[in-house]
């Protein structure tokens, strides 16, 4: 049994984002994981989990605007409210997807 968590920002990538929750399953992921789920609904993740019985295990929490090169947020003074706010939205995510790790 595969023990490892499919990390879908980097696998199946010639699939659109929610089409790769099937293939991490057919291929013997129980888990899976990736960078930022934001620009899903947590409904449309939670049903591909579900139907693919696969847990959620990790994402990360929103790290500002990473086509413009940001690769985290927390330690600039003038972005505390947006990162406030990414944190909030992490946690909706991570209860919603019953998922422990951020």
Not at 8 to 30: I, P, W
Not at 76 to 102: I, M, T, W
């Amino acid at each position: 049994m595969n023990k490892l968590a499919a990390n879908l920002s980097m696998l199946f990538t010639e699939e659109e984002f929610l089409k790769r929750f099937k293939l991490a399953s057919d291929n013997g992921f129980l888990g899976v994981e990736y960078l930022f789920p934001y620009e899903y609904k947590k409904e449309d993740i939670k049903n591909e989990l579900d139907s693919n019985n696969l847990k959620q295990i990790l994402f990360d929490f929103p790290a500002g605007d990473f086509s413009k090169g940001d690769r985290g947020i927390a330690i600039f003074p003038d972005r505390k409210s947006e990162f406030q706010e990414g944190v909030h939205k992490a946690l909706e995510y991570a209860e919603y997807l019953d998922c422990n790790r951020l």
